[in-house]
């Protein structure tokens, strides 16, 4: 059984619909249950004022959920296969918090996977202005980048509260639900995190890192930090007040940037104040996030064609290599001597790599990987 959680506007349950279309599995979405809890007790709940009643009436809220829980766990244990409960695990509404589950009923699941849904702020912003439950309430880049640290720290507090801790996997909205379900249905595939430089690049060279990752994807689960557009609004900050500073210009009161994403380019124009509320928030959990995805895979596989060593790239090795992991480097050129230490092994051939990779991925007997690379020859 899996929880999936994932602060309002992050693509939860668009995900999880979509996925259905692709894979069987029961699909149990909370709100639903607690809204039927309450029209049996003679009220009608819905997204309009479902989170001012919890305001009036916390105790009656969560007798209703708890019945809602009860209910999921009946039907949990007379049908088989995979079930997903999807719900927040918390909530801001009108300045307070509001749970979406509490420990307690966290145990009473007891989910083999805790799964968190995350998407970059712009786009929750976007989702939320357009939903009828939120549009009203005008979030700022600061709230929401809050709530999601809120929602992802609580869901990390909670598996810790198991023995052992529970699984939990971050999994981006721009990965597609194909790489949901793999998360969901394949737990067993090994995963790996693709580590590759960001700042400076253009969309060439991420094509270049998805094509990578396309083809040890067959024998692992690859997760790319660049799912996640935050670092756009990082960097079109920083180039804008290194600018302003070397001509000795005022910071603009707004500024534009471009994110790609898998359906194409979108434009957001966004005021340099808020943003330079939120900034040290954004910058944090860029790093925060791409760390807990670290902790989360069997492995680094580090991607970096260019010359320029990149920071971020450098660091999340060091922290791989202090959680014991593996770190797999193609790098094409005479290493330093720092970025040499902290590789559990540096390949100057890309395909060299991608070979070893493939090889590291086959439990003994299965094909060998000579096998693979002369058919692959006999195919060019």
Not at 49 to 68: C, G, H, T, V, W
């Amino acid at each position: 059984m899996v929880i999936c959680t994932g602060a309002p506007g992050n693509g939860r349950d668009e995900m999880l619909l979509r996925l259905k279309e692709l894979s069987s599995f029961h699909y149990h979405h909370l709100f639903d249950y607690i809204v039927e809890e309450a029209r049996l007790g003679g009220l009608t709940l819905t997204k309009l004022n479902i989170l001012d009643f919890y305001d009036s009436q916390p105790e009656k809220m969560e007798d209703y959920r708890r019945s809602a829980i009860e209910r999921i766990t009946g039907e949990i244990e007379g049908r088989e296969g995979v079930h997903i409960i999807s719900t927040p695990l918390h909530f801001e509404w009108k300045g307070r918090r509001f749970s979406g589950l509490l420990k307690e009923e966290v145990e009473t699941l007891d989910p083999g996977l805790l799964l968190i849904i995350v998407d970059d702020i712009v786009r929750v912003r976007e989702r939320l202005s357009q939903d009828p439950q939120w549009r009203e309430q005008k979030f700022t880049l600061g709230e929401i980048a809050n709530w999601r640290r809120e929602e992802v720290s609580g869901v990390y507090e909670l598996a810790k509260g198991f023995t052992p801790s529970k699984e939990i996997q971050l999994v981006a909205y721009g990965n597609g639900e194909a790489f949901l379900g793999e998360v969901i249905f394949k737990r067993r595939k090994k995963k790996v995190y693709l580590s590759h430089p960001i700042t400076g690049e253009d969309e060439a060279f991420f094509r270049n890192v998805q094509g990578f990752a396309s083809q040890i994807s067959d024998h692992y689960i690859v997760f790319d930090p660049y799912m996640i557009k935050d670092w756009n609004i990082v960097e079109a900050w920083r180039r804008m007040l290194n600018e302003a500073h070397e001509k000795g210009h005022e910071m603009p009161s707004r500024f534009r940037l471009t994110v790609e994403y898998a359906e194409g380019p979108k434009k957001y124009e966004l005021d340099s104040a808020e943003v330079e509320a939120a900034i040290k928030n954004i910058r944090f959990q860029v790093i925060d996030t791409d760390y807990k995805i670290i902790e989360n895979c069997s492995a680094v596989v580090v991607y970096h064609p260019r010359e320029n060593i990149s920071a971020g790239v450098m660091c999340e090795m060091v922290y791989a290599r202090g959680l014991a992991k593996m770190v797999y480097v193609y790098y094409p050129y005479e290493p330093s001597p720092f970025f040499e230490w902290y590789s559990t092994r540096l390949f100057q051939d890309e395909k060299e790599l991608r070979d070893h990779l493939i090889m590291e991925s086959k439990p003994s007997g299965q094909t060998p990987l000579d096998l693979y690379t002369s058919g692959e020859r006999e195919n060019r």
